[in-house]
C-alpha cells in the first residue's frame, strides 16, 4: 500500500508528478477512486484554498497545486464515472463571448473539482447557447459565468437573459466572477451568487447546491 | 462603436467644457512645469492631467473619436498608435480641447512587432480608423480578427480579437518544453541593443515633445522584467523558451533560477539601452514608464513581498539607480491591483512613480495611501475608477468620485490625474467629460 498521505502532500506542494504517481498506486492497490478524492485531493485542495485566502499562497502556487490535483483526477474521474458515484454538483464554467482571459476562470475550475464538484469546462470566450446546450446534456445543476474586462461583464447578462429564455432559468443556479465583477452587478443582471476570489467561489458553489 | 453625439449632451456640458479650454490656454504655467513641480512632491498651480502619454494612461480609439466628435475637432479618423490594446493617438488638438499636460513619446514599434507608422484606413467595426501599415489581419468566419506578428502573414497569428470585445488578446505560442534544454537565450530573443533607426526615431519623437511645452512621458520598453502582457512575444513571429502565461507564472516558483538568468542578461542590455538612448536624447523626457509587470490581483497579489525582493527588486534596483545616477529622468512604475504591501519596496528600489493606483483593489483606499506614502511615491493615476463609474456610472457619479480624489491627492503635489488605467471602450463620451470638467473645476475652485 503506498503511502497515501503524500498525495495531498504532493497536492499541496504542486508536484503534479508525485500527486499522478501516488494516485496510480493507490489504484492498483485497491484503493477506490471516490476515497481517493474525498479523503485526499478534497481536504488537500480546501488546504490549498486556505493558505491562499490567508496569503501564504500566490497565483503560482495555486496554479502548481491545480496542476497537481488535475494529474490525480485525470487518473481517477474516468474510474469515478464508471462507478457511478455522483459529484457535489455538476458545474458548466466559462469565460464569457467576447473575453478571453481565463486564468482566474481555471483556477476557479480548479478549485471546484478539488472541491468535489464534477467541472465542464468550455473554455473562454463562449456563447450563451454553448452554456445552454452544456448545462442541459450534462444535466448540470450549477452555470459559473467569469469575464475580466468591463466591455464584456454584460454577455454575462446576455447568457443568463438567453437561460430564460430557453425555460431552463429555474434547473440552473448562476454563480458570476471576475476582477471587475461585483455582488452589485451580480444581483442587478439576476444571478444567484458573487464570488470575489476561487476560494469564495466553491463556498458560494456548495452554498447553492446545498439551497 | 460610433461616437456619441454631441448633440444628445445637456448645452450646458458643452458650453462648459468648451469655457473651461479658453480658460485653460490663459496660463503663465508650462504644462511642463506643472507635471515637473508635481513630480518633486510640491504643488503645482493646479494638478496636472494625462491621457495618452503612455500604453496604460492611454484612451481606446472609439473613446478618441468620440471624444473629437464632442469637442468639435476636425472629423478625421483616429491613429490606432498601440493595436494590443487598440489605444487612439491623442494629438494635439485634442490634448488642448482636453486641457491635458503631457504628451508621450513611444517605442517605434507597436506590441505587434511592426512600425506604428505609414498610416492606412481600416474599417474597424463601424469605425473608420488609421492602422499603420504592416498591421496585417484575417477575419475569420465568425467575427474574430487575427493579427500577424511583425505584419508577416505567412507567421502564425500571435492576437485575437473575438467578436464582442474590442481589444486583441494574445495568441499563445508555447513550444514544447524540456527542462533539460531550457536555455534561458530563447528568453531573451525580445531583449537586444536597441537599433540605429530606434534610436533615431525616439530622438525625433523626443526632440518634438521636449519642445512642445507639454511634460514627456517615455516607453523606451526592455526593463519590465516578466511583464505578463510581454512574456508571449506577440511582437515575435517563432518566440521560443517559456512563453505560456500560466507556465510563466509557475516558473517563477519553480524555475527560479532560469528566470533570474533571463533578469540578469535582461537587465545588462536594459541599461546599455537606457545609456545609448540618454546619450540621444538627454533629459527632454521628464519620466521613464520602466516597468509595467502587474504584481496585484484585484483582491490579493501575485506573489508576497519577500519573493518580490528576491526575484525583481534587485534588477529593479539597479535600472533606477543607474537612471537616477545619470539622468534627470523619474522612474515610473504601473502595476494593477492590491499593491500597497509593494509601495515600500518599489520606493527602495527606486520608482518614483506608481501608476495606476486601483483605489478599487483591496487595500487600496486612497487617502491611506496618500498619507502613508504620498511624500514619497508620485500618484499617476487613481483618478476615477474604470471598472465601475466610468463605464457605468452617471456623470454626477462620475464627478463626485473625480472631485473626492482630487481633495485626498492633490495636496502637496505628487499626484497627476489619470483614471485607473486607460479609457476602456464603451465608456460614455459624457462620463469622460464629467470626469474632465470635474478636474479642471477642482484646479481653478483650488488654484485660480
Known amino acids: 500500500m503506498p503511502d497515501l498521505d503524500k498525495l495531498p502532500e504532493a497536492v499541496i506542494e504542486g508536484d503534479w508528478k508525485v500527486a499522478a504517481a501516488v494516485t ?47 494529474a490525480s483526477m485525470e487518473i481517477v474521474r474516468p474510474l469515478l464515472v464508471a462507478t457511478g458515484a455522483e459529484p457535489v454538483g455538476r458545474v458548466v464554467i466559462g469565460t464569457v463571448k467576447g473575453d478571453l482571459h481565463d486564468i482566474g476562470k481555471n483556477l476557479v475550475a ?21 452554456f445552454i446546450e452544456a448545462a442541459a446534456t450534462r444535466h448540470a445543476n450549477l452555470v459559473a459565468l467569469s469575464a475580466l474586462l468591463t466591455v464584456t461583464m454584460p454577455s454575462m447578462k446576455t447568457t443568463i437573459d438567453a437561460f430564460e429564455t430557453a425555460g431552463l432559468r429555474e434547473k440552473v443556479r448562476i454563480m458570476v466572477g471576475g476582477a471587475p465583477v461585483t455582488q452589485q452587478y451580480a444581483e442587478a443582471i439576476g444571478a444567484d451568487g458573487f464570488g470575489e476570489s476561487a476560494t469564495a467561489a466553491v463556498a458560494l458553489a456548495r452554498k447553492l447546491v446545498a439551497a | 462603436m460610433n461616437p456619441s453625439p454631441a448633440e444628445g449632451l445637456p448645452p450646458c456640458a458643452w458650453r462648459c467644457s468648451r469655457a473651461i479650454s479658453r480658460l485653460l490656454s490663459q496660463t503663465n504655467v508650462s504644462s511642463r512645469e506643472r507635471l515637473r513641480t508635481a513630480l518633486d512632491h510640491r504643488e503645482p498651480d ?38 494590443y490594446q487598440m489605444l487612439g493617438l491623442v494629438e494635439d488638438d485634442l490634448r488642448a480641447a482636453m486641457g491635458l499636460d503631457v504628451t508621450g513619446v513611444f517605442s517605434r514599434k507597436t506590441m505587434f512587432g ?34 500577424y506578428p511583425e505584419g508577416d502573414e505567412t507567421a502564425a ?38 537599433a540605429e533607426e530606434d534610436l533615431a526615431h525616439l530622438e525625433r519623437a523626443a526632440r518634438a515633445a521636449g ?18 502582457a510581454l512574456v508571449p512575444a506577440p511582437f515575435l513571429k517563432d518566440p521560443k523558451g517559456i512563453r505560456d502565461v500560466t507556465e510563466w507564472y509557475m516558473s517563477t516558483r519553480t524555475r527560479r533560477p532560469y528566470i533570474h538568468s533571463i533578469f540578469e542578461r535582461q537587465c545588462e542590455i536594459g541599461i546599455q539601452n537606457l545609456a545609448r538612448i540618454h546619450a540621444r536624447i538627454g533629459d527632454k523626457v521628464d519620466c521613464v514608464f ?28 539597479r535600472v533606477n539607480d543607474w537612471v537616477h545616477a545619470n539622468t534627470a529622468w523619474k522612474c515610473f512604475k504601473h502595476s494593477c491591483g492590491s499593491v500597497e504591501r509593494f509601495f515600500d519596496s518599489f520606493i527602495e528600489a527606486g520608482f518614483d512613480i506608481i501608476n495606476p493606483v486601483q483605489c478599487s483593489a483591496a487595500g487600496m483606499e486612497p487617502a491611506a495611501l496618500k498619507r502613508k506614502y504620498g511624500s514619497r511615491l508620485v500618484f499617476w ?30 495636496p502637496g503635489g505628487g499626484f497627476v490625474f489619470n483614471s485607473i488605467h486607460n479609457l476602456q471602450a464603451g465608456t460614455p463620451v459624457e462620463n469622460i467629460v464629467a470626469m474632465l470638467d470635474a478636474v479642471h473645476q477642482f484646479n481653478g475652485v483650488a488654484h485660480a
Request: negative net charge; aromatic residues 10%; contains cysteine.
Open chain 1, 24 to 70: 496510480q498506486a493507490a489504484i492498483a492497490a485497491g484503493v477506490t477512486p471516490l476515497a481517493i478524492v474525498t479523503k485526499y485531493l478534497v481536504p488537500a485542495m480546501d488546504e490549498v484554498g486556505r493558505r491562499f485566502e490567508c496569503e501564504e499562497y500566490f497565483v503560482p502556487e495555486m496554479l502548481l497545486s491545480a496542476r497537481a490535483m488535475k
Open chain 2, 381 to 410: 493615476g487613481g483618478g476615477a475608477d474604470t471598472q465601475k463609474t466610468l463605464p457605468f456610472g452617471t456623470p454626477r457619479e462620475v464627478r463626485e468620485e473625480v472631485l473626492r480624489r482630487c481633495e485626498i491627492l492633490a
Open chain 2, 157 to 194: 497569428p500571435s492576437g485575437r480579437m473575438p467578436m464582442g470585445s474590442a481589444f486583441f488578446d494574445t495568441i499563445i505560442r508555447q513550444p514544447e518544453i524540456d527542462d533539460e534544454k531550457l536555455d534561458p537565450a530563447d528568453n531573451l530573443e525580445d531583449f537586444g541593443p536597441v
Open chain 2, 46 to 83: 493646479r494638478i496636472p492631467l494625462d491621457f495618452g502619454s503612455t500604453a496604460v494612461t492611454g484612451i481606446h480609439v472609439s473613446c478618441v473619436a468620440a471624444l473629437r466628435h464632442y469637442y468639435g475637432l476636425a472629423p478625421e479618423p483616429v491613429k490606432v498608435h498601440e493595436p
Open chain 1, 110 to 130: 480548479s478549485m471546484l473539482e478539488g472541491g468535489g464538484f464534477e467541472v465542464i469546462d468550455l473554455g473562454a470566450d463562449v456563447a450563451p447557447q454553448r
Open chain 2, 211 to 228: 519642445g512642445s511645452g507639454y511634460g514627456v512621458a517615455a516607453t523606451f520598453g526592455g526593463t519590465a522584467f516578466g511583464d505578463i
Open chain 2, 114 to 147: 511592426f512600425p506604428a507608422d505609414n498610416w492606412k484606413e481600416w474599417d474597424f467595426r463601424g469605425l473608420d480608423v488609421l492602422v499603420p501599415s504592416d498591421f496585417r489581419i484575417r477575419t475569420e468566419p465568425n467575427g474574430d480578427i487575427l493579427i
Open chain 2, 290 to 317: 520602466l516597468c509595467g509587470t502587474d504584481f496585484g490581483t484585484q483582491t490579493s497579489a501575485f506573489c508576497s513581498v519577500g519573493t518580490f525582493r528576491e526575484l525583481w527588486f534587485p534588477y529593479y534596483k
